[in-house]
């Protein structure tokens, strides 16, 4: 009897063990040990910014070496010091000097200290986002082990006079010579959607972006524009080398973050998402015999960015080529388990992997 008591027992943990690993959506990088370089940049701004606000006579060096020292190496490169400093000033302190004399100006502007109040409210300074974070970074480690993971940062900005989304800080890369350089998050742009102090002409579906929920995707989407070649358009790239180019970058960001929704991952509503899902072998349809066409312009209505494709109805979603893609890719990698993500990424044979997709969508 004892010993069917403990064959018992033994089953009821091993299904307990088992069904934790199952429902652990981060078990399969636990092994992955990371260390990530992290600090709130935009909290030193905050303290910097509040001392000036009570003492705007304070001199530029006395709130650098009291405030921003610490960071040297991060504001440096934000206040780009190699391009205004020759080499061999770059690491004295005629650089201390340079970054105390053009940021403390503008830390003590009033109204840049009411935006890095409304952000420190927003992110309190126990804000998880090493946790957030990690669990992507790792698993950009276990698919791409040689990767090069920078130092992240946060920081705060003004805001961009006439809303012109390329000059949108939101994401930066810092890119440093022999460093893997450093990734900071704009968090002005991660207020929520409905912040009234953006500028006006950004669109809404765009301002929708603004908000701590995209902090992964537009991280790893980043990412993956600096890991995927480019499609050079001297080339002359067709309309099937830019979907699957698009679809290369999709599946990279639903890979790296597959606990993520796709609606978060494809930057779609629920609406969207059905639309495409409802549509896909119509529009597959649609642009079959356009899909070795090299003029952009007829079909830029399926690759830029919009609140829909203004070809089709108000209700469909948006950059239908990247979600075609992104089905074309899928299906190539099922079809293909010896591929790599690593190998993936730096593919640049699209017909092929067109063709070795197979990718046939059935009318819903």
């Given at each position: 009897?004892?010993?069917i008591w403990l064959h018992i027992a033994f089953g009821i943990v091993t299904f307990l063990l088992l069904t934790q690993c199952d429902t652990d959506p981060n078990a399969d990088i636990q092994d992955i040990e990371l260390e990530i370089d992290f600090s709130r940049a935009d909290s030193v701004m905050w303290e910097?910014?509040?001392?000036?606000?009570?003492?705007?006579?304070?001199?530029?060096?006395?709130?650098?070496?009291?405030?921003?020292?610490?960071?040297?190496?991060?504001?440096?490169?934000?206040?780009?010091?190699?391009?205004?400093?020759?080499?061999?000033?770059?690491?004295?302190?005629?650089?201390?000097?340079?970054?105390?004399?053009?940021?403390?100006?503008?830390?003590?502007?009033?109204n840049l200290f009411m935006l890095l109040d409304t952000v420190r409210k927003?992110?309190?300074?126990?804000?998880?986002?090493?946790?957030?974070?990690?669990?992507?970074?790792?698993?950009?480690?276990k698919y791409i082990p040689d990767v090069q993971i920078p130092a992240y940062r946060t920081h705060v900005n003004g805001f961009v006079a006439h809303g012109d989304m390329r000059q949108v800080d939101q994401i930066v890369f810092l890119p440093v010579p022999d460093s893997p350089g450093y990734f900071t998050f704009g968090l002005h742009y991660f207020l929520g959607k409905n912040l009234p102090y953006y500028p006006a002409n950004i669109p809404q579906y765009q301002k929708n972006r603004f908000s701590e929920e995209y902090l992964e995707v537009l991280m790893v989407e980043s990412i993956a524009n600096g890991m995927v070649p480019e499609v050079s358009p001297s080339q002359q790239p067709t309309l099937l080398d830019r979907i699957i180019h698009a679809g290369i970058k999709q599946y990279f960001v639903q890979q790296i973050l597959p606990n993520t929704p796709d609606t978060l991952c494809l930057?779609?509503?629920?609406?969207?998402?059905?639309?495409?899902?409802?549509?896909?072998?119509?529009?597959y349809k649609e642009l079959m015999d356009d899909l070795f066409d090299t003029n952009f312009m007829a079909h830029r209505d399926y690759i830029m960015d919009k609140p829909y494709t203004t070809s089709l109805a108000q209700e469909s979603a948006p950059r239908l080529g990247e979600y075609l893609g992104w089905k074309i890719v899928s299906n190539y990698m099922d079809r293909h388990s010896e591929v790599t993500l690593d190998e993936l990424i730096e593919t640049t044979d699209y017909e092929m992997i067109f063709r070795e997709a197979r990718y046939k969508p059935v009318p819903k």
């Open positions: 009897m004892l010993r910097a910014s509040a001392a000036l606000q009570e003492n705007p006579d304070m001199a530029p060096m006395e709130v650098y070496d009291k405030f921003l020292i610490h960071e040297k190496g991060f504001l440096g490169e934000w206040v780009d010091v190699r391009r205004f400093l020759p080499p061999n000033l770059q690491n004295t302190p005629k650089a201390d000097t340079f970054i105390a004399r053009t940021l403390v100006p503008i830390l003590a502007d009033s927003v992110f309190p300074y126990d804000y998880p986002f090493k946790e957030r974070i990690t669990p992507a970074l790792k698993r950009l480690v930057k779609y509503t629920e609406k969207q998402l059905y639309w495409a899902d409802l549509y896909e072998a119509r529009i």
